[in-house]
């Protein structure tokens, strides 16, 4: 395994198509906007998806989902105990090595040495802070989203003993018509260095992003719906970086051609390509 050695950035550019790309929980499931109208993907709705992808290509997850769950574990709590070591650190309380199990846990689980983790269990002394170095920004829309709404209903009633259609038959689907998001972040080799985050790890999280939702369909985001149209993929010189990760996010912009009112496609926007001197970029076609 080679240590990560050269900071990473990185962006992708998604393209959203009569989807529903993060619903908002608070707000009937309708996509996230900001106060202004842009289309908005929480970072935990990313790293998810990220973690999903890393869990259809082999690797161990610490943070699964209750629908995408490949080892039985019902909570965090057994899988943290699925692990001997970790398990007799946890009996250990305020006498464990927390390094020791930080130690653990990086190598055992790819999303913990890349996203870091919060290990504190109800009833244990014990608690466990990771630091991770891959950093992954909410996505934004380009420009302001529409979002159409309609009603749908259920051809049975879900309970028996109702004449005719029960007020449960009833329900509402969102989606944005059409929205380009960016989605940016960076990978910290000083951090890497304290969870053994290696170059090959960061290969992993560049393939998930580039497929990101490969295997993510649903009925709020059919098949082809959202996908990867570009990933930009940058790598420094040196630890630190040869410039700041904003100077290097701003160095691809991507704005509505003057002639379109309403885009409908990636198409209908201009993307620009900024070089900076002597920084490499790698750019890939998603899919």
Known sequence: MNPLQNKIDFMAIITVSNANPNGDPLNNNIPRTTIDGFGEISDVCLKRKIRNRLMDM???????SDDKNNDGYASLRERADS?????EEQKKGKNASKDAYAKIACEEWIDVRSF??????????????????????????VDTVDISSIQITKSVNSESGASGKASDTMGMKHRVDFGV???????????AEKTNFTQEDAEKIKEAIRTLFVNDTSSARPDGSMNVHKLYWWTHNNKIGQYSTKKVHDSISIAKKAEVSIPKSIYDYDITENRLDGLKLDVYEGV
């Open 116 to 141: 870091g983790q919060v290990f504190a269990f109800k009833g244990s002394e014990l608690s466990v802070g990771v630091r991770g170095p891959v950093s992954i920004h909410p996505a934004f829309s």
């Open 58 to 64: 082999g690797e161990n997850i610490f943070v699964q």
């Open 181 to 191: 998001y960016i989605l940016k972040g960076s990978i910290n080799v000083q951090l």
């Open 83 to 87: 692990n001997q070591v970790l398990k």
